[in-house]
């Protein structure tokens, strides 16, 4: 409608100079004339920005010094991230602006970067680096296909079923062999690049030394709430200082099936379970490692708890049975996810870690963080250099 009516004004306003009656002034006339061309000119760029001309997919919608990206590349990816935002029921008012700023902010950054890979010679891939970045690539894609494999496990399905079950939903979500090796391949001269910057940056001793004081200060505040401990403790992430009460335990779950979950007395559900894994469960009760029969019999979950009388991720069942146990001895606990073999390992000792016991570690970690810093600090470095122009008003 507004569209309509800006046209039938513009109409109007030419045509009235033939309508009016004759002019005598030819000032007044010229005045006149004057004010209808700025009137003309102003709707006709009121009429420009609500209906804009095409998109020029050749059009640099990106510039900095040494060079561009084009306006084609650049709707690509707005249109692929719109997609996701649409499926969630999102208006394009709602993301247009959002999608417009992460997409061109992420090309202007990989273009010149690019630029800089090039000029310090590191971008190109050999055949050699392409072949070893496949082969390690697809050896991360058969680690995932391995670690999904238990979740599809039917006594109705071969293995083969199986796997190709697991394979087509990890497929769904994105994720194949293909799309894995491209990343991988694609990923290279990155690294290439931050080995560049940073050649020689490493941490200092002091800087291990801080390191390790902040994360002790953190643990103390964070544990307060047990279940946050023995979530780091089972998830292998570095514990600075602990609390008191707890035993290392080494663990295997048996998950429950569906006729397992049929019978209602837990004694006699617990039974079957054991049938099934009869393979296992002597093994696991003579000693044999937990974790390593876990990998064999394909189960997902497995590795070392820190437990205490009191439940907090565990249950009490679990915490019953793994206080009452002797060092090294093996028992169980049945609770709603299965049946937990556990195996007392050794008593967790309270307050820090040693420096010591963590030195090596927080060395690497100390270290990756300092080539870190080093590098966005150059990449923000030459951000800023590029002199970066934008052109938004091109995304539709």
């Given at each position: 409608?507004?569209?309509?009516?800006?046209?039938?004004?513009?109409?109007?306003?030419?045509?009235?100079?033939?309508?009016?009656?004759?002019?005598?002034?030819?000032?007044?006339?010229?005045?006149?004339?004057?004010?209808?061309?700025?009137?003309?000119?102003?709707?006709?760029?009121?009429?420009?920005?609500?209906?804009?001309?095409?998109?020029?997919?050749?059009?640099?919608?990106?510039?900095?010094?040494?060079?561009?990206?084009?306006?084609?590349?650049?709707?690509?990816?707005?249109?692929?991230?719109?997609?996701?935002?649409?499926?969630?029921?999102?208006?394009?008012?709602?993301?247009?602006?959002?999608?417009?700023?992460?997409?061109?902010?992420?090309?202007?950054?990989?273009?010149?970067?690019?630029?800089?890979?090039?000029?310090?010679?590191?971008?190109?891939?050999?055949?050699?680096?392409?072949?070893?970045?496949?082969?390690?690539a697809m050896a991360e894609?058969?680690?995932?296909?391995?670690?999904?494999?238990?979740?599809?496990?039917?006594?109705?399905?071969?293995?083969?079923?199986?796997?190709?079950?697991?394979?087509?939903?990890?497929?769904?979500?994105?994720?194949?062999?293909?799309?894995?090796?491209?990343?991988?391949?694609?990923?290279?001269?990155?690294?290439?690049?931050?080995?560049?910057?940073t050649e020689g940056v490493?941490?200092?001793?002091?800087?291990?030394?801080?390191?390790?004081?902040?994360?002790?200060?953190a643990a103390k505040e964070?544990?307060?709430?047990?279940?946050?401990?023995?979530?780091?403790?089972?998830?292998?992430?570095?514990?600075?200082?602990?609390?008191?009460?707890?035993?290392?335990?080494?663990?295997?779950?048996?998950?429950?099936?569906?006729?397992?979950?049929?019978?209602?007395?837990?004694?006699?559900?617990?039974?079957?379970?054991?049938?099934?894994?009869?393979?296992?469960?002597?093994?696991?009760?003579?000693?044999?490692?937990?974790?390593?029969?876990?990998?064999?019999?394909?189960?997902?979950?497995?590795?070392?708890?820190?437990?205490?009388?009191?439940?907090?991720?565990?249950?009490?069942?679990?915490?019953?049975?793994?206080?009452?146990?002797?060092?090294?001895?093996?028992?169980?606990?049945?609770?709603?996810?299965?049946?937990?073999?556990?195996?007392?390992?050794?008593?967790?000792?309270?307050?820090?870690?040693?420096?010591?016991?963590?030195?090596?570690?927080?060395?690497?970690?100390?270290?990756?963080?300092?080539?870190?810093?080093?590098?966005?600090?150059?990449?923000?470095?030459?951000?800023?250099?590029?002199?970066?122009?934008?052109?938004?008003?091109?995304?539709?």
């Open positions: 409608m507004f569209k309509r009516t800006l046209l039938v004004l513009l109409a109007l306003l030419f045509a009235l100079p033939a309508m009016a009656e004759p002019q005598t002034d030819t000032d007044a006339l010229n005045a006149r004339i004057a004010e209808l061309e700025a009137m003309v000119a102003d709707l006709e760029a009121r009429l420009a920005v609500y209906e804009p001309a095409a998109a020029d997919p050749d059009a640099d919608i990106i510039t900095f010094n040494g060079g561009s990206v084009k306006q084609a590349q650049a709707q690509a990816a707005y249109d692929e991230l719109a997609a996701l935002y649409n499926e969630f029921g999102m208006e394009k008012s709602e993301y247009h602006d959002i999608i417009v700023e992460d997409v061109l902010a992420g090309l202007a950054e990989d273009a010149v970067l690019v630029a800089k890979a090039q000029q310090l010679g590191v971008y190109e891939n050999t055949p050699e680096q392409i072949a070893a970045a496949e082969a390690d894609y058969e680690s995932t296909v391995e670690y999904y494999l238990p979740y599809f496990q039917d006594e109705g399905m071969t293995e083969a079923e199986v796997r190709e079950a697991t394979v087509q939903y990890l497929a769904d979500e994105g994720l194949t062999a293909e799309v894995l090796i491209q990343e991988t391949v694609s990923a290279l001269w990155r690294n290439r690049l931050m080995e560049a910057v490493s941490a200092t001793e002091a800087d291990v030394r801080a390191m390790y004081d902040d994360g002790v200060a964070a544990y307060a709430d047990r279940m946050t401990f023995e979530f780091d403790y089972v998830s292998a992430e570095i514990i600075y200082w602990q609390p008191e009460g707890y035993r290392e335990m080494e663990f295997m779950l048996l998950p429950w099936n569906d006729e397992e979950l049929a019978t209602e007395d837990l004694s006699a559900r617990t039974d079957i379970l054991r049938q099934r894994y009869s393979s296992i469960w002597d093994r696991a009760f003579a000693g044999s490692s937990l974790t390593e029969l876990a990998e064999e019999a394909q189960l997902y979950d497995s590795g070392t708890l820190a437990v205490s009388a009191e439940p907090h991720m565990m249950s009490q069942a679990v915490c019953d049975a793994a206080m009452a146990l002797e060092m090294n001895h093996t028992t169980y606990a049945a609770d709603a996810d299965g049946v937990w073999v556990l195996r007392y390992v050794a008593d967790i000792p309270a307050g820090e870690v040693p420096y010591e016991t963590l030195q090596t570690v927080l060395t690497e970690s100390a270290h990756e963080s300092a080539r870190a810093d080093a590098y966005y600090t150059q990449v923000e470095t030459w951000l800023a250099e590029a002199e970066i122009v934008l052109h938004p008003e091109l995304l539709r």
